[in-house]
């Protein structure tokens, strides 16, 4: 199970002694087009961070429509212009558009690249002990594909039509037709210009991450040794690879029937006074080709945030995460039912009924993974020596998201119950919880994690309980009292619920989610001033801050080109010896080997000691000479 | 002048926080708090909230769910309605139980396992039974759900009765409209392309079934009785949500959808129910269809059978409220048109004339 590859090594390490290697490039080389890829991560990182801010502020825009529907927001007129209406009120459909580009940001610019660009790139190579990615230039590529897509996308707000708004879902005809909407003008086609790049950048980084993780593992690192991130991020990458070509084709042909005449996904359409052409499309096939990208991508966004909260749950605990293998089966199990759930989201629409009986099946069978995870969570806590550190906090909220928003999934699920419940504010407030704020928690735990091997420094952690406590609470605040509107039947996407008898109540709830969400973005203050202070001010880390037992932190403080000055250190065990019997410390890094811990093994542990060295003491694997 | 004081004030604020935020930063340089070998002293603080989170989290929780339940509820009006809130409920049961039963143990764990100086942890990688239990236990809940969800389903989706009372419903950018098929119980055929600004159905006039098709902006459907809602889109995506009676199907352009149900409650027995005499059914859009989805609404009226057979009865045709569309059916059928629709011989045969006077003329 090993990996043989230690030759493109070597050659690295010649020219590599020097822990810094910055005077060898220019700013450009090092800071902008770098292949480098913890530079590449923090890039990243930052344009998620931005694209986090102005998501969030989106949907504080439109939670202003909702909770206070008669408050005049002239104050806006500065910056949003013609979009307030001249009785002071957000113009309807830019408040689709607001909706629609707070989705499609959010799913793709912060929890897909966001996340798993960072995290991905970064702790990919320091952790199965490599120099760089498979290839540093297709990374490159890969983040300056995401930055063109952003500014594509961040364009769309500048022009006279405004952005896309037809949900970020675009469901066709709606997006497909300017005279439906004005934003299914130039807008929709800069969307779908920029989902194109998107994906390509999703594509580039994908090939790279599962490139890298298969071939470039250092020795000693097989697959069962891999730390959960890893695994999570390969799940990950690979669901992506096989869905994402998926919608660019259903963008494609959105583009063909959009511009060329086609018709795709239009039929019998009569609009604006006039009969249309198009005869014999499906806007039905749309949605399944959506929807195969769309559920996936569910898991795209929450694997990682998974597999850092399973790394950082352990590490705190002082315990080995339970059910190492469970947890990897588990992951696997879901990565492979992700792709035959999709059309859970389709239930009413005219799909054959019986195709939703199956997918209700397929559907609640993979509550029992995501069931088996939250035990393993709650078991790896048992009996630990646990410390909340701003990472821990962070993940454990990931862990109560998770259940609180994966239970209210059995009702959606089931698609007799989901009649009445699709598309409500309970949908809303299921897959806020589950996806968006789970994922988005896990992110924040990763970067409180991995700060210091970001930037060589520490976080201030008391900040950090402070915006733990205020977005913890805030997010339960926003998206719990949406349970009982959903129920209520208040339909999603709606501008105002006034104009009907039955969606009349509420307006307390709402309020109170507005106000709700107007604090938890003033909280993600706190964070973005604890973050850039601290790389700039921030205490100096050590090596190995948080005692883990992974290989990133044998790196030095601030790692150069290649991660590790010398040799790449070889691997001997399972990333989780926490707190093992009979050892000194409570944790024993990757890097020790068995020979030097008789105190601590267990019995099929010692005799894997005699595979460690042969007779001239150099290390072998599988009978790969170093 | 406000702005500036507000900008003004804002500064401050955030400068004296900097300012508490450095103080507090240099106090615990000076504790010589820079090691890591400690454990933050503030960690039992959050092992203490997490419990309180929990302890008013699930209070909260539980004593809104029980004192608001009947403003989150809305009362059923439909058979299949009654069926499907059981399994909302008892999902809700089954779901409520595990999620407390984990909440605490989660939260327990947190407290009761915080950092101890000294204390080391228990090292436990695994154990196969447990994994086991806790896959086949959910499974198992999990599988006696979806069967009884199935059948629900199963039951709501299959055909509707050969007598069910059949409207259709026509959504487009942003109002609703229904037609009756008339007297002869059967909707006539329409064609997208012979949409104009007053045949908004469609309908195609060389086919009879169509002449005594009526349209309404109300939706009248009786009580007890089977409705067989036929719903299609001319536009975009719509869909078709009646709140009271668990209904929900997207209209769809180019393919036709369809939803049966059986209403339980008339407007005016509702009305008794909630002691609210304004009570109206009511029809939402919940499919975004652009500028005006929020305000996409039609009244919905259920009456007793005999009232609705009445109302039924009170209406014209379609081709009767415009006879001069008369023209475009063949001359074969006109006559029975007329008399299907009854339109009155003086009218149609004035509209007929006009027709062919035209038709002369143009010779």
Redo the contacts between chains.
């Keep these: 199970m090993a990996t043989t590859h230690t030759h493109t090594n070597i050659d690295v390490h010649h020219h590599d002694d020097h822990e810094h290697e910055h005077h060898e490039g220019n700013f450009w080389t090092n800071y902008i087009f770098s292949q480098d890829h913890k530079v590449i991560a923090k890039q990243f990182l930052i344009t998620g961070i931005f694209w986090a801010l102005f998501g969030g502020a989106l949907s504080v825009i439109f939670r202003l429509q909702l909770g206070f529907p008669d408050m005049t927001l002239e104050w806006l007129r500065p910056l949003l212009g013609g979009w307030i209406t001249p009785e002071g009120k957000i113009d309807?459909?830019f408040y689709?558009a607001l909706v629609t580009m707070h989705g499609t940001i959010m799913v793709f610019f912060v929890l897909t690249a966001g996340l798993s660009g960072t995290f991905s790139n970064f702790l990919i190579p320091l952790q199965i002990g490599a120099r760089d990615m498979a290839s540093g230039f297709m990374n490159m590529l890969s983040y300056w594909f995401f930055f063109l897509s952003s500014v594509v996308m961040l364009s769309s707000f500048f022009i006279e039509t405004g952005p896309a708004g037809?949900?970020w879902t675009v469901?066709p005809?709606?997006s497909a037709?300017p005279q439906?909407?004005q934003g299914s003008g130039l807008g929709m086609t800069l969307w779908l210009v920029a989902m194109a790049l998107f994906i390509v950048s999703t594509l580039l980084g994908g090939i790279n991450y599962i490139t890298t993780i298969i071939n470039m593992r250092t020795r000693g690192m097989s697959f069962t040794r891999m730390p959960l991130t890893i695994w999570a991020f390969f799940f990950t990458a690979i669901i992506g690879l096989l869905s994402f070509p998926v919608l660019f084709a259903a963008a494609l042909l959105l583009i063909f029937d959009r511009s060329f005449g086609t018709s795709f996904f239009?039929?019998?359409?009569?609009?604006g006074?006039e009969?249309l052409a198009n005869?014999?499309?499906?806007?039905?096939l749309f949605q399944h080709l959506f929807w195969f990208l769309g559920h996936p991508e569910v898991y795209i966004v929450l694997l990682p945030a998974l597999g850092i909260t399973s790394e950082i749950i352990a590490t705190n605990?002082?315990?080995?995460?339970?059910?190492?293998?469970?947890m990897i089966g588990s992951m696997l199990f879901i990565a492979i039912l992700s792709f035959i759930v999709w059309a859970h989201h389709m239930f009413?629409?005219?799909m054959n009924?019986f195709l939703?009986?199956i997918f209700?099946?397929l559907t609640?069978?993979i509550?029992?993974p995501s069931?088996?995870k939250?035990?393993?969570y709650?078991?790896t806590?048992?009996?630990?020596?646990?410390?909340?550190?701003s990472a821990m906090?962070f993940s454990?909220g990931l862990?109560?998201f998770f259940?609180?928003g994966g239970?209210?999934g059995?009702?959606l699920g089931?698609?007799?119950?989901d009649?009445?419940l699709?598309?409500?504010y309970f949908v809303v407030a299921h897959f806020h919880l589950v996806m968006g704020s789970a994922s988005f928690f896990g992110m924040l735990a990763g970067i409180y994690h991995w700060f210091p091997k970001f930037f060589g420094r520490m976080m201030?952690?008391?900040?950090g309980?402070i915006h733990f406590?205020l977005t913890?609470?805030g997010v339960?605040m926003v998206f719990?009292p949406m349970h009982?509107?959903g129920?209520?039947?208040f339909?999603?996407?709606?501008?105002?619920?006034t104009?009907?008898?039955?969606?009349s109540?509420?307006t307390d709830l709402n309020t109170l989610v507005s106000v709700a969400a107007i604090l938890t973005l003033s909280a993600q203050f706190i964070f973005l001033f604890n973050f850039f202070y601290s790389i700039f001010r921030g205490?100096k880390a050590?090596a190995n801050?948080?005692?883990s037992t992974t290989l990133e932190w044998t790196t030095p403080r601030n790692p150069g080109h290649g991660n590790w000055p010398g040799e790449i250190p070889a691997v001997y065990r399972w990333p989780?010896d926490?707190?093992?019997?009979g050892a000194k410390d409570?944790f024993i890094p990757q890097t020790i080997p068995y020979s030097e811990t008789p105190e601590s093994n267990l019995p099929h542990e010692n005799e894997l000691i005699k595979l460690e060295t042969n007779g001239d003491g150099a290390i072998v694997i599988e009978g790969s000479k170093h | 002048m406000t702005t500036l004081i507000v900008v003004l004030g804002v500064v401050l604020v955030l400068a004296i926080l900097y300012l508490i935020f450095r103080i507090s930063s240099l106090v615990s340089v000076a504790k010589a708090k820079t090691s890591d070998d400690e454990v933050d002293s503030s960690n039992g603080v959050h092992a203490l909230l997490f419990i309180l989170f929990m302890v008013f989290g699930l209070g909260g929780f539980f004593w809104y769910s029980y004192t608001h339940f009947d403003s989150y509820t809305l009362p059923i009006a439909s058979e299949h309605g009654a069926w499907t809130d059981t399994l909302f409920w008892i999902t809700m049961g089954v779901t409520v139980v595990a999620f407390t039963i984990i909440s605490i143990i989660k939260f327990v764990f947190l407290y009761q396992y915080q950092h101890k100086e000294g204390r080391k942890a228990k090292f436990y990688p695994d154990n196969h039974y447990l994994e086991l239990a806790w896959t086949i236990i959910p499974a198992l809940v999990l599988a006696l759900l979806v069967f009884t969800g199935l059948r629900a389903w199963n039951d709501i989706t299959s055909p509707a009765s050969e007598n069910a009372e059949v409207v259709e419903v026509i959504a487009q950018q942003f109002a609703w409209t229904v037609r009756y098929p008339g007297k002869d119980n059967v909707l006539g055929d329409y064609h997208y392309q012979k949409i104009d600004a007053i045949n908004e159905f469609g309908l195609d006039l060389s086919d009879n079934k169509s002449f005594d098709d009526f349209k309404s902006l109300e939706l009248h459907i009786p009580k007890g009785k089977e409705v067989l809602m036929k719903i299609r889109a001319k536009d975009v995506l719509h869909s078709v949500f009646l709140p009271h009676f668990r209904v929900k199907m997207d209209a769809v352009p180019g393919m036709p959808t369809q939803f049966k149900f059986i209403a339980t409650k008339t407007t005016a027995e509702m009305r008794d129910e909630l002691g609210n005499p304004e009570f109206n059914y009511e029809l939402a859009c919940t499919e975004i269809c652009g500028k005006g989805h929020f305000s996409m609404k039609m009244s919905v009226v259920v009456d007793t059978p005999e009232d609705f057979e009445k109302w039924k009865a009170g209406q014209e045709a379609w081709l009767k409220q415009n006879p001069d569309y008369l023209k475009n059916v063949p001359a074969g059928l006109r006559e029975s048109a007329m008399i299907k629709a009854e339109i009155p011989v003086e009218t149609g045969v004035t509209y007929l004339e006009g027709v062919k006077a035209v038709a002369v003329g143009s010779n």
């Design positions: 309807p459909e689709l037809g949900g469901y005809p709606l037709l439906a909407i239009l039929s019998d359409i009569y609009i006074g009969a005869v014999g499309g499906s806007p039905i605990s002082r315990k080995p995460i339970f059910g190492y293998k469970a009413v629409t005219g009924p939703g009986s209700m099946l609640l069978i509550a029992v069931a088996v939250i035990f393993n709650v078991t806590l048992w009996k630990g020596n646990i410390r909340f550190t906090l454990i862990v109560s259940l609180t239970i209210t059995i009702f089931n698609s007799a119950i009649i009445q699709h598309d409500t201030n952690e008391k900040l309980y406590w913890f609470v339960y719990f009982y509107i129920i209520a039947g339909p999603r996407r709606y501008y105002s619920w104009n009907f008898d039955t969606f109540g509420f205490r050590s801050p948080w005692k989780y926490y707190s093992k019997p409570d």
